[in-house]
């Protein structure tokens, strides 16, 4: 399925089960996301993982829903932690499914994204291991000086976005010298295109959501 | 601070700084789990959420600080949930909606100043604001419709403290250091 309706399929669902709040339906959806992980063969070890960490604010709703609340509402306790399930299933069936690359060329080409958007965080989401390493030095730097950096120093942070300040520069600079123009038409050296099947598949699957939180208890 | 539009550097720079905070508190992560874990068995597990709301939404108050354009502190917030989502972080997709909240709820704090302030005044404001934003969104989201008076109150003083301390002083502190670098207009 197109990455970005595969997004939008999967944020309309998050949205409509935020709003409603049927058991069967949720369990019901979180069947069909894990259908959809199996058919893409994520491996079971990182669904399991999602899974697991998702068991402590799921059993904290839980306990507090149901031993700690007026209404001792065990129903919809069960109702919130299926809820938070689907979120993390149905999210998982997007991000796991789908790289990074291909869904951002998807969100420019197929939903209009502007280029300095989809570039500009794309040319910053590649610096994420050098900003791991910034912050390790900056941490670093402090403690040759006997100063300790929490993540709750003002410093830490400080001495981090002026390193991203300069960064930004750079970056900005470097994209702009190799012909990278804001609002320039591009050409696309990979088209992603929205099929009829995408649109078929988005809309049975949206019918189906909709078929299965309303009639379903 | 030049024009009123977002250009390429600005658009990085964003993400950059929600790339920081996402790296920064990664280790404070554990804090979010321990605190939950803690706090089940007393009923209070639910609240790990609003303790911990104010670290969330930093980036969005800083972009807005810093930039001092509209949108900015929506678009700082909104690309820090993208960065987490990108990053594999459990939420996935879902990250989207509530980094829109959060985005919606700080930005609100600066447009009722109409972008004119940025003192201590705007920093009380974003935080009352996104408590109340982000706590309307908890209200449907995580069920606290169902939970005991006493414990919303105490929910949502707890929460407005969070952001108070985080996304508030914290991030102010922040930007008075750049304001002394000259980074950013003071």
């Known amino acids: 399925m ?20 049927h058991l069967t339906g949720n369990l019901l959806i979180i069947f069909g996301a894990l259908l959809v992980l199996a058919y893409h063969r994520v491996s079971p070890h990182k669904v399991t993982k999602l899974a697991l960490i998702t068991l402590i604010p799921a059993a904290a709703l839980f306990v507090t829903m149901a031993f700690f609340s007026p209404g001792h509402n065990v129903f919809f306790a069960w109702v919130l932690v299926s809820r938070l399930y689907c979120y993390v299933l149905v999210g998982g069936a997007v991000t796991l499914t789908t790289d990074k690359l291909t869904l951002i060329r998807s969100l420019e080409q197929n939903c209009h994204l502007p280029s300095k958007f989809a570039y500009g965080f794309l040319a910053a989401l590649n610096l994420v291991p050098r900003i791991r390493q910034a912050v390790v030095t900056i941490r670093v730097a402090g403690q040759m000086r006997g100063v300790n950096l929490h993540w709750w120093s003002p410093t830490l942070y400080f001495k981090a976005i002026l390193s991203a300040i300069q960064w930004s520069d750079q970056l900005a600079q470097a994209m702009e010298t190799h012909g990278f123009v804001e609002g320039a038409p591009r050409t696309v050296a990979q088209p992603i295109n929205i099929t009829k099947r995408d649109w078929l598949l988005l809309i049975a699957g949206l019918a189906l959501i909709q078929l299965v939180l309303i009639a379903l208890p | 601070m030049r024009n009123k539009t977002f250009h390429l550097r600005d658009i990085i720079l964003l993400a950059l700084i929600a790339i920081i905070f996402g790296v920064i508190y990664y280790a404070a992560a554990f804090v979010y789990n321990g ?33 001092r354009l509209p949108g900015a502190a929506f678009l700082g917030e909104f690309l820090g949930a993208a960065v987490e989502m990108f990053l594999g972080d459990q939420w996935g997709a879902a990250n989207l909606i509530s980094g829109a909240v959060q ?49 919303l109150v105490i929910m949502l003083v707890v929460r407005f403290v969070s952001m108070l301390v985080f996304s508030g002083i914290l991030v102010k502190l922040i930007v008075n250091m750049l304001v002394r670098a000259h980074v950013t207009k003071g």
């Open chain 1, 2 to 21: 197109n990455p970005s309706l595969k997004l939008i399929f999967a944020l309309i669902i998050s949205l409509e089960i935020t709003f409603t709040t």
């Open chain 2, 35 to 67: 605190l939950t874990v803690l706090l089940t068995p007393v009923g209070y597990g639910p609240m790990a959420n609003d303790i911990t709301m104010g670290i969330w939404c930093m980036a969005g108050p800083l972009a807005g600080f810093i930039l």
């Open chain 2, 103 to 151: 985005g919606i709820a700080t930005e609100l704090g600066f447009t009722v100043t109409f972008y004119k302030l940025y003192n201590w005044l705007t920093v009380v404001l974003t935080s009352l604001f996104a408590t109340l934003v982000t706590f309307g969104w908890d209200w449907f989201r995580n069920g606290y419709s169902h939970f005991a008076p006493h414990m």
